[in-house]
């Protein structure tokens, strides 16, 4: 099995970011025919023949100044370092041009292995302009078109081939854990309380934290692995270099981990951009567990906390199954209260739950509460059954899915949890027609 990043690089108006939006399956990327558009990285998942990949968009370098090259380059250059494979891309339609050659030239220093395009080859009468692109000295050309898709799974064979090998033995045993949240929120604290050992950096700066630290420890004889993520602040605000490069580990610290603990400043209190980033565990189908810090600091009486769970649930409705934990990482107020949690919606995350039970509580909820007519016809479930685990994901065989209300899906959603423990984890509902035999 293989993985990596692959950073897509190349000069302005050469039809980056239409091959970054094929190659990721949506409009991710502002597609616009002026040079420039792309400024800052711009992150999605891939995959390709059972090969999963991160792919990264970047601005276009020019040799001449314009505005924002310096920025654009700073970022070009991040993404490169953090790439296994690099795909420069060209524009066919234009020919070689002199940025072409600069972008080349940086390419051949960085000792990573490069995949040459030449885009906007729509039909035979390009095919020819490919040739001049050898002279760029980085491999053999590959004909494409962003727009058409022509081309785009040769490009991807070569990428996938020139890709590491994924180490099946490399994940250390034990249960995953991220810490996740904004800057400054007391991450590396809350780690170095619950290793009860200084083992990650602790500053009152923000941003202290660059990178995603693995450490490795047990707690009454079970193991666990946890991992201190940087900050992750909204794109928009992130203007340090650095930073930004910081982001992407995080989230790949996110896609990794078995639970995530999402920080919230209780003294802080709840901020816009807490939303996106627990948008991000819950998206990747993570198990997550609300952690108020800085609880210490807080002025309270007996109703503060009750305050503070019910403004959290408003906040973050979506994650109305995540366990609340107020916590002091400073003092290690409650600290030990934190593992438990994490047991047990890591156990509920990998739950299964046997087919003729589920069904008995499918149908009772259809019983108890069938769905309103539509047109005519009421959305009937003639079957269910868990396909999956992490998260918990069940698949309904129905008469028609598109009879389906999400407010009815909402409300199966929270029959199952009533039915079953599954505090802590998200879960997944895919509605499928019932195949006539």
């Known amino acids: 099995?293989?993985?990596?990043?692959?950073?897509?690089?190349?000069?302005?108006?050469?039809?980056?970011?239409?091959?970054?939006?094929?190659?990721?399956?949506?409009?991710?990327?502002?597609?616009?025919?002026?040079?420039?558009?792309?400024?800052?990285?711009?992150?999605?998942?891939?995959?390709?023949?059972?090969?999963?990949?991160?792919?990264?968009?970047?601005?276009?370098?020019?040799?001449?100044?314009?505005?924002?090259?310096?920025?654009?380059?700073?970022?070009v250059q991040i993404a490169i370092n953090e790439a296994d494979v690099i795909l420069m891309v060209t524009n066919g339609k234009t020919g070689l041009t002199d940025d072409d050659r600069y972008i080349a030239g940086i390419l051949q220093r960085q000792d990573k292995p490069v995949v040459l395009a030449v885009n906007f080859i729509d039909d035979h009468t390009r095919a020819m302009n490919i040739y001049e692109f050898y002279n760029l000295g980085i491999g053999d050309p590959i004909a494409c078109s962003g727009i058409h898709g022509i081309g785009i799974g040769d490009i991807l064979d070569e990428c996938v081939r020139l890709m590491p090998e994924a180490d099946p033995d490399a994940r250390q045993e034990g249960i995953h854990i991220a810490v996740i949240g904004e800057p400054n929120v007391g991450k590396s604290s809350l780690v170095n309380a619950i290793l009860r050992e200084e083992r990650s950096i602790v500053s009152d700066v923000q941003g202290t934290t660059r990178d995603a630290i693995d450490t490795a420890f047990e707690h009454e004889g079970r193991p666990y692995v946890i991992v201190d993520t940087a900050g992750i602040r909204k794109r928009g605000k992130v203007y340090e270099s650095v930073e930004k490069y910081s982001v992407l580990r995080?989230?790949?610290?996110?896609?990794?981990?078995?639970?995530?603990?999402?920080?919230?400043?209780?003294?802080?209190?709840?901020?816009?951009?807490?939303?996106?980033?627990?948008?991000?565990?819950?998206?990747?189908?993570?198990?997550?567990?609300?952690?108020?810090?800085?609880?210490?600091?807080?002025?309270?009486?007996?109703?503060?906390?009750?305050?503070?769970?019910?403004?959290?649930?408003?906040?973050?409705?979506?994650?109305?199954?995540?366990?609340?934990?107020?916590?002091?990482?400073?003092?290690?107020?409650?600290?030990?209260?934190?593992?438990?949690?994490?047991?047990?919606?890591?156990?509920?995350?990998?739950?299964?739950?046997?087919?003729?039970?589920?069904?008995?509580?499918?149908?009772?909820?259809?019983?108890?509460?069938?769905?309103?007519?539509?047109?005519?016809?009421?959305?009937?479930?003639?079957?269910?059954?868990?396909?999956?685990?992490?998260?918990?994901?069940?698949?309904?065989?129905?008469?028609?899915?598109?009879?389906?209300?999400?407010?009815y899906q909402r409300f199966l959603e929270n029959s199952l949890r009533q039915a079953f423990d599954l505090e802590g984890t998200p879960i997944r509902i895919i509605v499928r027609k019932k195949v006539s035999e």
């Open 1 to 75: 099995m293989k993985s990596g990043v692959i950073a897509i690089v190349g000069r302005p108006n050469v039809g980056k970011s239409t091959i970054f939006n094929r190659i990721a399956g949506q409009r991710v990327s502002i597609v616009e025919d002026t040079p420039g558009v792309t400024r800052d990285r711009i992150y999605a998942k891939g995959e390709w023949t059972g090969c999963d990949f991160q792919l990264i968009d970047t601005g276009g370098i020019q040799l001449q100044d314009q505005p924002y090259q310096e920025e654009i380059r700073a970022q």
């Open 250 to 407: 995080a989230m790949t610290a996110i896609e990794r981990c078995d639970v995530a603990l999402f920080l919230i400043d209780g003294a802080a209190g709840i901020r816009e951009q807490d939303k996106h980033v627990a948008g991000y565990a819950s998206e990747a189908g993570k198990p997550i567990i609300i952690v108020v810090n800085k609880w210490d600091a807080v002025e309270k009486d007996d109703k503060t906390m009750n305050q503070f769970i019910e403004r959290i649930r408003v906040e973050f409705a979506y994650l109305s199954y995540a366990p609340i934990v107020f916590v002091s990482a400073k003092t290690h107020q409650r600290v030990d209260t934190i593992l438990p949690v994490v047991d047990r919606v890591y156990e509920n995350a990998c739950r299964r739950i046997p087919t003729n039970i589920l069904n008995e509580v499918i149908a009772d909820t259809q019983i108890t509460n069938p769905t309103p007519a539509r047109n005519g016809k009421r959305f009937r479930i003639y079957y269910a059954t868990q396909v999956a685990t992490q998260p918990p994901t069940f698949v309904l065989s129905c008469n028609d899915p598109k009879l389906l209300h999400f407010s």
